[in-house]
């Protein structure tokens, strides 16, 4: 009884909420500030065509580099909570002969739309989150087609990649502190920076998203 | 507006489940579902003249991939709390009312 008034309780209030929330949504005032003059204005400056990657990767490029920043530190959490005498689980036995077949044929396909995502960023909308997020969906279903195995512990190799992005964007930050301000690109030079700096973020968030998973699926070994 | 009002009800969906759900993967999913009403509500927003605002979108962007990072730590934690809470049980005080 206390259970379901306290569910109705809840339910009320949310609605009532949702209610409120819309209805101030309908009278909010007009935008005082409108930021789109100035983006059209100096997008031609930004190395980039399409505005929302110019927003991204260069008027507002600290906050993306802050959030390379906070994913790492994400994962870091997440391999500080797996146990410590994690065994990953090795089977080889799939019982679905369709799953590894069609992840064969997906992964490469993956890997082509993820460059091209990657690629199409700098005109269209794309760009290196949705081609790290397409490479990390790939190794996830990799692993679930129990064709690559679960990560244990980080090696070397898979080390700098993780922090690849994060590093790449910090010393093209750092090293445009010459120019006076943190990532203001010389406009001659900003696509090919912004370019760089979006491949390295896209190995890193890949491997960043995917390690999430896999890190994750690796602390299943002893459980069931 | 219609994109506004249906990030509010997820939100308020998202809210409920967050305060009502006791298992913990439901009550992160819950909460995702929050985050994803709120995202709903700022793009909708920055396309209120007609012509999308790309900083809006730039952000939500952003705050997606910030939304994921902060998912698969609390999956984490959610998995160690159901380790550490006993083995074999499918989880502590599941809402089964």
Redesign the interface.
Known sequence: MM??L??LG??L???A??WL??DS??A?P??VI???PL?SENLARSGVTH??T???LN??GF??LL?IA??L???L??LA???ADRTPAVDHDSADAMLPMFSRVAAPLMLLCALYLLWAGAFRPGGA?QAGALLAAALALLHLARLIPAWSSPLPLLRSGLVAGFLVFLAIATALLTEGTMLQYPPAYAGLLILAIESALTVS?AL??AG??LF?SS?GG??K | MLFAVTGVVLFAFGAAGTILLAEPLRRVLAFNIMGSGACVVLVSLAQRNGIADPVPQAMVLTGIVVAVAATGVALALARRLHRLAGDGESSAGADHD
């Open positions: 259970a379901t306290r569910r809840v339910m209030g949310a609605a909420f949702a929330l819309a949504l309908f909010l007009a935008p409108d930021l789109r983006v505005p929302v110019a927003v991204l008027f507002r906050d993306t959030e906070v994913m530190v994400a994962l959490g997440v909570t797996l146990s989150f968030l960043i998203l999430l998973f994750i602390d002893a459980q």
